[in-house]
């Protein structure tokens, strides 16, 4: 499809099979590109914000977790949204706010009016992603062409999660660090002005409903967990508030599902989740990001704390992970997909994750970015680009029409999820570990220093162990149960 004559009578969607070109996924990638960028890029720029603004350091945190917290868990009543509404019509409207709130965050004068426009950030970047999810599937219909869209699409935000990191360190420098926001402005333009050309708008369903308490039990649970979980290092595992926490957690997502079960205008229709090879893809989904979040703490760390690189040299550091992602989903997922079973693949994938995890089992104080550093970042790309258009369309594998916005919100939710989940409990297991080397040798320690350095790097091998032994066992249920056959040419959903 050319620029040119995009949305004729037989334009995305419309046709029986057929090829739509690249236009609609330029169009649905770079506006989920956006929100994706925005998990990282604050993180290099994060420092020069809290000083010029006079945020305190437990104000600064919130500049990250409000964008998380709106994003995750907003994301599951943005794709019902898309669907009572059109997704072309939620993505336009989500590109647009998320356009606006970014600048008013560059332009924040108090670090409350910075924290504000980031959760403001995160809820249209849930309805925007949600709506990308819902257009992606729509219309790319034929399994040949919807396998090669997704893997794109899966390279472009993996490599994305990295280049954020390195646009941080870029615009911080450069520019200062307002324009890590300001540059959300600019990358607006592209899907604002092509949407309405080359995507075609998906009829609304007036007759989905929004349901709002289950979307406060479902933001309530995640948040529970996540910070139950972050706070086991501080607290201590058995303490009231992290058991508090933890419980919290779990009944709000107790009752969410019950909810669900029960409730007319389901949030979630548990249909989407319950089938067997969609809800194994979710779990896939999960520990995918799992790993790459856990992973990207640390090594960030690392590469900071331990080896004194600055910011823009540890994005720089990075780059290896995001070109074997891009590479492993564009060019080797479509590939293995046609090869080898769902089953294996997904598994198998999962396995390579652990395996990229395991050079980090080795670090040393002293030790440099070659050859352990590389190779994680390497292994890690590889496997995780494979498994992620693998499990993303597992995920997505035989949804209703009805249920499409629905089902982009949940593997996204299930995603952020991930990653909160993973940053949050291989912090707590390396801080756990680091407390305890310290206490085992403070009496024969050189120096204070040179201990709290060697704690930490401790702490860091050990969360890397943990992990590696997470996605061994996680890959078990996997290899077991997902039944779905290697998809025939041709076949659509």
């Known amino acids: 499809m050319s620029a040119a004559t995009p949305a004729t009578s037989t334009g995305p969607g419309t046709g029986r099979g057929g090829r739509h070109g690249w236009w609609p996924l330029a169009v649905i990638a770079s506006a989920h590109l956006m929100a994706i960028l925005d998990t990282t890029v604050m993180f290099v720029a994060l420092p020069s914000a809290q000083h010029a603004l006079g945020m305190s350091a437990s104000q600064r945190q919130w500049v990250v977790t409000a964008y998380t917290l709106a994003l995750a868990g907003l994301l599951l009543p943005g794709g019902r949204l898309a669907d009572r509404l059109g997704a072309r019509r939620t993505l336009i409207a989500g590109v647009a706010g998320f356009a606006v709130a970014s600048a008013v965050g560059g332009a924040a004068v108090t670090g409350a009016m910075l924290i504000a426009a980031r959760a403001v950030q995160g809820a249209f970047g849930a309805v925007l992603i949600s709506s990308t999810k819902s257009l992606l599937v729509s219309v790319y219909t034929d399994e040949d062409e919807r396998t090669r869209a997704i893997s794109v699409f899966t390279a472009t935000l993996t490599a994305g999660f990295a280049a954020g990191l390195v646009l941080g360190g870029v615009l911080t420098t450069a520019l200062g660090w307002r324009w890590c926001l300001y540059v959300n402005v600019a990358l607006s333009a592209l899907p604002l002005i092509a949407a309405p050309r080359v995507l075609h708008q998906l009829p609304a369903r007036r007759t989905v409903t929004i349901d709002v308490a ?133 598994s198998g994938s999962i396995i390579a994750e652990a395996a990229g995890l395991l050079p980090l089992a080795w670090l040393t104080p002293g030790s440099g970015y070659l050859p352990l550093i590389l190779a994680a970042t390497l292994i890690e790309g590889l496997s995780t680009g494979v498994a992620g258009p693998v499990t993303l369309a597992l995920s997505l594998r035989g949804v209703l029409p009805a249920d499409t916005g629905a089902a982009g919100a949940a593997t996204s939710a299930t995603s952020q999820f991930g ?59 996997v290899a077991l149960f997902i039944n779905a056959p290697k998809p025939a040419r041709g076949q659509t959903r």
């Open 214 to 346: 289950s979307a406060v039990l479902a933001t309530a649970g995640m948040a529970g967990l996540v910070y139950g979980l972050g706070e086991a290092a501080s607290y201590g595992w058995g303490s009231a508030p992290v058991t508090l926490s933890l419980a919290v957690g779990v009944v709000a997502l107790g009752w969410f599902t019950a909810r669900q079960a029960g409730h007319n205008g389901r949030l979630l229709p548990l249909r989407v989740v319950l089938g067997r090879n969609r809800g194994l893809g979710l779990i896939g989904l999960v520990v995918n990001s799992l790993s790459t979040f856990g992973m990207m703490l640390i090594l960030t760390y690392q590469l900071q704390s331990v080896m004194h690189y600055s910011a823009l040299r540890t994005g720089l550091a990075l780059i290896p992970f995001g070109v074997a992602a891009a590479l492993g989903s564009a060019v080797l997922a479509p590939a293995l997909t046609r090869q080898v079973p769902p089953r294996w693949l997904v």
């Open 419 to 477: 990653s909160s989940i993973g940053a949050a409990l291989l912090n707590t297991i390396a801080a756990s570990a680091a407390a305890g080397y310290t206490a085992a040798h403070a009496a024969g320690a050189a120096s204070p220093a040179t201990l709290a350095t060697a704690a930490t790097v401790h702490g860091f091998t050990v969360a890397m162990i943990w992990g590696a032994g997470i996605l061994a066992a996680a890959a078990i249920p």
